[in-house]
């Protein structure tokens, strides 16, 4: 057409109609006005009619045209440094309805031919080449908007099924919220994406708990938020799943506390869909918060399929937080469960402990008892081998009792004495101050290679050791093994091991009490015996000397003179 610029102008309808020149084709001696902006559109009048199939604007000289045009579209022009002009609407016509389906078509923008360098009169042929390839770029234009909402709704579907994923995935709650939003921010080319949480009982303030955004923007994260309007005009609204498209807070006609709200987070356009638990029920569903879209930077349109998969995500965050309510509920359960459970053992427990301590008080045969103590704490702690080792004078020992489940060597009495250098240099060790200690893997425990061959020598992989002491004096210690694998050992099966040991220190003290009035009751019938043999020998004794006195006075009286009678 031997124009001097040929140049395409988009609309943005939900931007109050503001247009910008997204391509251009310019000879060299004019200005490129390629991503001018027309703000102040000065003829927006026309645009009905520039909506009409068909319509065509031919300027022939700007300057004689003042009868047709405005003084400030003449402005424009001037400024564009045209002379005339052929302007021809671009319109998207909906070819995806049916034939018999009547769709009004949609203006896209304008097709503008300039000329720069004089007045020109546009021919018919140029006019019918000018419609025709405007008609062509309608259809080009909207089959490329439809291959992009395509791929679109292929990349929304793929992000869906990735929330899906997580939400059926056992994950935290807010690591789910989080990812989510930085996909959807991406997705969507947002500025900020958030889930806000509402605290009903607070009269409806809440706060943002999770989000992403721009590096260029403010974080919202945590900033508590009070509309006293919510709970008045918008909560019911929400619950009934009401959602909120805004292309521009400032010409949304929003309330002054709201579109104060959203300033405070740079919000220029916003997409809110409620979040709600107990959706698709018979009872007014909970609002739990809101799924936030922000553009910062400007006004945006939201495109249906774009409000639509926001209410998607939605709808499974909302089955997500059904489900963290379901699973709160159940470890709450288990727990109770748990505690129900952990009560009954211990009451079992304590109740073998109790029969335990009546077997070890009944009974004064110290083997007796270490026999019984460590067959019955072997089967209550499950453990493979419980066993009872002795400090001899030195600070070495020796294994002098045990329980061990079948397949594992015995230690007593097979064992030759222990020389733990350790046990020996300190006298006993921690165990002398009634501490208890515990491994769960002898590998992972730190221990000395020495050490290790020792414990390999009783065949154990994690034991439990606790000290026995009749009365302040250490004697020796209870053991329990777990040969077969690591094992972690609970506080109150350590506590259990330390109550037996109790219970052998009070046994050895009596044993050892029987023992002393044992040995005092042998001295006692000694001194007896001995006092009965001093008596009867005093007794033979007195017997004697009468019997003695008697024979030497009989033998006296027999030598006396017989007395002579002289008269």
């Keep these: 057409m031997n124009a001097d610029r040929v140049v395409l102008l988009r609309f943005y309808p939900q931007l109050n109609w503001q247009g910008e020149f997204i391509c251009e084709d310019v000879a060299d001696d004019w200005n490129s006005i390629l991503g001018v902006k027309v703000e102040h559109w000065p003829f927006r009048e026309e645009l009905a009619a520039y909506n009409t199939e068909g319509y065509i604007e031919t300027v022939t000289d700007i300057e004689q045209a003042t009868l047709t ?53 546009w021919q018919d042929i140029e006019i019918e080449l000018a419609q025709t390839m405007t008609q062509n770029l309608g259809v080009v234009i909207k089959n490329t908007e439809l291959l992009e909402a395509a791929h679109y709704q292929v990349q929304q579907q793929k992000a869906l099924a990735r929330v899906i994923k997580r939400i059926r995935t056992p994950l935290d709650l807010e690591e789910t919220f989080k990812i989510t939003a930085t996909e959807v921010r991406q997705l969507l080319k947002a500025d900020r994406v958030g889930v806000f949480r509402f605290y009903p009982e607070r009269d409806w303030e809440g706060e943002l708990v999770s989000e992403d955004v721009g590096a260029e923007w403010n974080s919202a994260l945590a900033v508590k938020v009070y509309d006293h309007c919510f709970g008045e005009q918008f909560a019911v609204h929400y619950q009934e799943g009401r959602m909120q498209a805004v292309a521009d807070v400032y010409q949304a006609g929003l309330s002054d506390c709201h579109a104060e709200i959203l300033g405070q987070f740079q919000v ?57 309510d379901a699973l709160i509920q159940l470890e709450q359960q288990a727990a109770q469960l748990a505690i129900s459970r952990q009560k009954e053992k211990l009451a079992e427990r304590q109740k073998i402990v109790g029969e335990l301590f009546d077997k070890i008080r009944l009974s004064l045969e110290i083997e007796t008892i270490f026999a019984t103590a460590t067959e019955e704490v072997r089967k209550l702690l499950q453990a493979e081998r419980v066993a009872i080792y002795q400090f001899l004078p030195n600070w070495s020992g020796e294994f002098v009792a045990e329980s061990f489940a079948e397949g594992w060597t015995p230690l007593v009495g097979v064992q030759p004495i222990i020389e733990d250098t350790f ?144 008269f």
């Design 69 to 121: 045009l405005s003084e400030s579209e003449v402005k424009i022009c001037q400024e564009l440094q045209v002379q005339a002009h052929l302007i021809v609407p671009i319109l998207k016509v909906d070819n995806t309805k049916d034939a018999t389906t009547l769709t009004q078509p949609a203006l896209w923008g304008l097709l503008c031919i300039h000329q720069c360098s004089k007045p020109r009169q």
């Design 268 to 324: 220029r356009a916003n997409l809110v869909v409620p979040l709600l638990k107990g959706a698709g029920t018979e009872i007014l569903p909970q609002l739990w918060g809101l799924l936030c879209i922000h553009q910062c930077s400007g006004p945006r349109h939201w495109q249906e399929y774009e409000i639509e998969f926001v209410q998607q995500i939605a709808d499974h965050f909302g089955v997500a937080l059904q489900q963290e």
């Design 423 to 566: 046990l020996q240099e300190t006298q006993g060790g921690r165990y002398v101050n009634n501490e208890t200690f515990a491994v769960d893997d002898i590998y992972q425990a730190g221990h000395t290679e020495c050490y290790l061959q020792l414990l390999e020598q009783f065949e154990a992989r994690a034991y439990a050791v606790v000290p026995i002491l009749p009365g302040e004096k250490l004697w020796g210690l209870l053991a329990a093994y777990q040969n077969s694998a690591p094992r972690h050992w609970q506080k109150d099966e350590v506590d259990l091991l330390a109550q037996i040991a109790a219970q052998l220190g009070v046994a050895l003290q009596q044993a050892e009490y029987f023992q002393k009035v044992q040995e005092q009751s042998v001295q006692l019938a000694k001194a007896a015996e001995q006092e009965r043999s001093a008596e009867r020998a005093k007794l033979w004794l007195q017997l004697l000397i009468k019997f003695v006195g008697l024979w030497i006075l009989r033998q006296f009286s027999k030598q006396l003179p017989k007395k002579c009678n002289n």
